[in-house]
């Protein structure tokens, strides 16, 4: 059960209300368009077109996603877009103790910003609070152990870009892994200060921005080639 979750910052009215932009059940990513998202507040109310409200069913969408939205939202007031997927790579790498080791320069990128979550798949009633507590450092993403990850952003562009870089980190390990036999002993890493200054670098870098912008005008394009109908 995936889902992607799009804050709708120009909506947030006086009494600090967050709405945000989810699929419904069975729409398929390539099959969302513009009219068939649907509408939630944090509080799992579905919100029609037409101001009516409702209590969101999970008949209707992944209600599940709702106290994530909630949890990263208020947490994190810069984060406009959360990613929840579950990629084959990242899902192997999150079941390992050492998790996501800096074997690749996406690995890099994501260094000190990834999180873990002890998932249990139960949504325990502190549930929302350590999920709220793996991001308030300024993390990226997190890892759900044996499930999958979110990733956040300021904006989409961002979100994707981040939950691409951890795909590839998780995807180039799992290769490498397979190359020693799973010993760690015959893995080049480099040291946590070399790794800080790397990431230092890339941040304050001229020629690249890491924040999805570079490549977004190219994937709407893409988009628009595949699904033209998506603005619908």
């Known amino acids: 059960a995936q889902c992607l979750m799009l804050r709708l910052p120009s909506e947030t009215d006086d009494n600090g209300e967050i709405t945000f932009l989810m699929a419904e059940w069975g729409i398929w990513f390539e099959e969302v368009t513009a009219s068939n998202l649907l509408k939630f507040n944090v509080d799992g109310m579905l919100i029609h077109p037409t101001g009516h409200r409702e209590v969101g069913m999970p008949s209707r969408t992944n209600i599940g996603c709702?106290?994530?939205?909630?949890?990263?939202?208020?947490?994190?007031?810069?984060?406009?877009?959360?990613?929840?997927?579950?990629?084959?790579?990242?899902?192997?790498?999150?079941?390992?103790?050492?998790?996501?080791?800096?074997?690749?320069?996406?690995?890099?990128?994501?260094?000190?910003?990834?999180?873990?979550?002890?998932?249990?798949?139960?949504?325990?009633?502190?549930?929302?609070t350590t999920l709220a507590n793996g991001f308030v450092n300024g993390e990226r993403a997190m890892l759900l152990?044996?499930?999958?990850?979110?990733?956040?952003?300021?904006?989409?562009?961002?979100?994707?870009?981040?939950?691409?870089?951890?795909?590839?980190?998780?995807?180039?390990?799992?290769?490498?892994?397979?190359?020693?036999?799973?010993?760690?002993?015959?893995?080049?890493?480099?040291?946590?200060?070399?790794?800080?200054?790397?990431y230092k670098t890339m941040m304050d870098s001229t020629d690249y921005s890491y924040d999805g912008s570079r490549e977004w005008p190219g994937l709407v394009r893409k988009v628009r080639r595949e699904a033209p109908d998506f603005n619908s």
């Open 66 to 128: 709702i106290p994530v939205a909630k949890s990263i939202f208020q947490a994190r007031p810069d984060v406009n877009m959360i990613v929840h997927i579950h990629p084959l790579s990242v899902m192997a790498v999150s079941g390992t103790r050492f998790g996501l080791l800096p074997l690749s320069q996406a690995a890099f990128f994501l260094w000190g910003q990834v999180s873990r979550e002890d998932y249990d798949f139960s949504y325990e009633s502190d549930f929302e």
């Open 145 to 198: 152990n044996h499930h999958g990850m979110y990733a956040i952003g300021r904006d989409v562009a961002e979100g994707v870009f981040v939950a691409t870089h951890i795909t590839q980190a998780c995807e180039v390990q799992v290769k490498t892994l397979s190359m020693v036999g799973g010993d760690l002993t015959k893995l080049y890493l480099p040291d946590g200060q070399d790794l800080s200054e790397q």
